[in-house]
Each structure stands twice: as C-alpha cells, then as structure tokens.
C-alpha cells in the first residue's frame, strides 16, 4: 500500500490515491486551525493522537453497525480508508447549548437539550459553513430527501453509541460533527474523522474542556495535554501506540 498521487489538501488531512481505485490513504498532520483557516499553528503529534481516537472511535461505531470508511491504521497518523464521495454537509449534533449555538440563539449555556439537536451546515470554507435546512439542501443540490433523513439517523444513532462510550471514560459528549460520503456502490458510510478537533468533550467531574476549543480560545498550550488525557482514557492499555 502506498501514497500515489495528492486528491485532496484539507486544513488538517490530506488525501492520496493508492493502488487500489476504491481506497485513500488519508494522512493526519500536527496542523491545527481555528476561525476558517484564519489562525494555523503546528501541534506536535498531533495527527497521530487525532488518528489513534478516529480509528479507535470508528471501530466501536462499526461494532454497533455504523458502517465507516475506516479499513485499517497502518501508521500511527495514516489511515488507509475507502474511498468516498464525501457530501458538503457538516452533520452537528448537539447535547448541551454552547457555542455557536447559544451565540446566535437566546439559548442559555449549558442547558440540557434533550431530544438533541442536529444541525447541518453547508461545509464551505468561503461562505463560512452557512446553516441548511431542507429545501436550501435541495436547491444547491447536495443531497436528497432521503439522503437527509438518512444522515439525520445516523448522526443520532453515533451520538447514542458515543455518548455512552464517553461517559464510560467519565467524560461528557457535548456536541460533535460529522460527515458523510457515498461509496462505489452508492452507500452512505461515516467518513472523515471523530477527534478532539470536531467534538466539544467535557470532564464528567470538573467540567474541564478536552478538546480543540482550548486553541479556539487561545489556550494552545493546554491542548495537547487534552487530546492526551482523551487519548489516555479511551484507548486500552494493550492498544496504546
Ligand atoms: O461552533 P459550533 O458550536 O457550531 O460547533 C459545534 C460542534 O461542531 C463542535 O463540537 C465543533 O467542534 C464542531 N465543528 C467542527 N467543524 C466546524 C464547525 C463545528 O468540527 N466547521
């Protein structure tokens, strides 16, 4: 298996061709961003500790039936994945009111919100990721009816198995973000990755952040020490790298 030509340059990843037409090798780098881009600094190890939990993460979701993209880690900070057509949406699915959430919203922070909530925003850097909602999804055409309410089961589905895979390693699941591709055969499988980057994780005790938000906060000293106490707590010692 090995790296053939560059497909995609993401803001943390990059994607390669291998031999295989239906596979990508998807490499995690110690990039971090906040703000669209907008700020950039280099995390030491970071990809390999983001790429440890997604494979660890998505394991456990296909062991509840959530097919992924995953295939196998071969490196600490490469997965070989298959190949999806990924969709432009940004599944987010929320928990517990903060962010973006309670600052556009007369939402208290910090409140229970139970059935949770499930947003979707179009994944555009240039139009900063703007809310759909089901007719926006149908005129830019990015996804079927059926392929929302499909999206919209899965998420939830991946936030019943996550909130209590994470509430074993004490930690609360606040909200995340997923996405979706189609594979060759047309079937809808989790792509991408679930990290400390795209989730708002929250020690179960102390309410403590564990997850990117510290560098959204400028706290870029704390972070690392966060993905590691995540890394920590959900890997098993026999399958630490
Ligand atoms: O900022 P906001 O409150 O909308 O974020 C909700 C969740 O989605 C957070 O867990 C955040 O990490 C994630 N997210 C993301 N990528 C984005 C926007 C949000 O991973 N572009």
């Known amino acids: 298996m090995e790296k053939k030509e560059l497909i995609n340059q993401g803001k943390v990843k990059s994607v390669f061709t291998t031999d295989n037409a239906d596979e990508v090798i998807i490499e995690f780098r110690d990039d971090m961003t906040a703000g669209d881009g907008a700020r950039k600094e280099v995390m030491t190890n970071k990809g390999a500790y983001n790429a440890v939990i997604s494979a660890k993460i998505f394991k456990v979701l296909e062991n509840e039936g959530v097919e992924t993209q995953f295939i196998d880690l071969p ?5 070989l994945a298959k190949k999806l057509e990924m969709i432009p949406i940004e599944v987010i699915v929320r ?13 208290e922070e910090g409140k229970k919100l139970d059935p949770p909530i499930v947003q979707m925003d179009f994944k555009d850097d240039e139009y900063h990721d703007p809310m759909l909602n089901d007719s926006l999804i149908q005129a830019l055409g990015i996804a079927t009816p059926e392929e929302v309410d499909i999206l919209t089961e899965k998420a939830l589905k991946i936030n019943d198995v996550l909130t209590e895979f994470f509430k074993d ?8 973000k997923v996405e979706f591709g189609k ?3 047309g079937n809808i499988l989790l792509g991408d990755e679930i990290s400390p980057d795209g989730c708002r994780l929250w020690d ?3 309410l ?15 972070v690392m020490d966060a993905y590691v106490e995540v890394y920590n707590r959900i890997i098993p010692d026999d399958e630490k790298v």
């Not at 390693?169 to 995340?176: C, P, Q, S, Y």
């Not at 403590?208 to 704390?222: A, Q």
């Open 208 to 222: 403590e952040m564990l997850d990117k938000e510290l560098f959204r906060e400028g706290k870029d000293s704390e």
């Open 169 to 176: 390693a004490g930690i609360i699941l606040v909200d995340f």
């Open 75 to 79: 490196e600490n900070n490469v997965m």
């Open 204 to 206: 179960a005790e102390t």
């Open 95 to 107: 928990n517990i009111a903060t962010g973006s959430l309670v600052r556009k919203y007369p939402i």
């Open 183 to 185: 594979d060759s055969q």
